[in-house]
């Protein structure tokens, strides 16, 4: 299985809410290290600190959870990747010119899309509705993700 996880779904992993341990076993059994591009990582960090500004959570929660991301960083369980930009975002606008009149269309949900589909991942992770049919429509499978 090649697979893209979104944003949401690194934030439902990494910072602690009541999915995070059946999200983490699943991980576990899927036995992958998870991928992340720079893109990914922005977004995962600047979520997890609007949690803060919203008061979802602590400021010590942020520490840990940066803490255990660059852990998983080091021992190879997160794997960061190179992505040709170009080429993502002219996927991105070929996604948009075929979707955004039809549905629900973020840029940053686009990209995230459009890396997947360059980068020949078949299987996409997401916690996030919308998104989920952006990526069907771009081809890509959306997987099912434990409660």
Known sequence: MRLY?????????????ARTASLRAWLDELGLPIGVNVWQ??????????????????????ARTFRVFDDDCIAGRVVRRTVPWEAAFAEAERLSRKCATDQSCRSFDLIHVAVAAISGLRDFATLDVGQAGLARAAGLTVIQLPD
């Open 5 to 17: 996880f979104d944003p949401s779904l690194l934030i439902a992993i990494y910072l602690p809410e």
């Open 41 to 62: 990582e922005l977004e995962f960090r600047n979520s997890a600190r609007q949690k803060i500004l919203r008061g979802e959570a602590a400021p010590g929660d942020l």
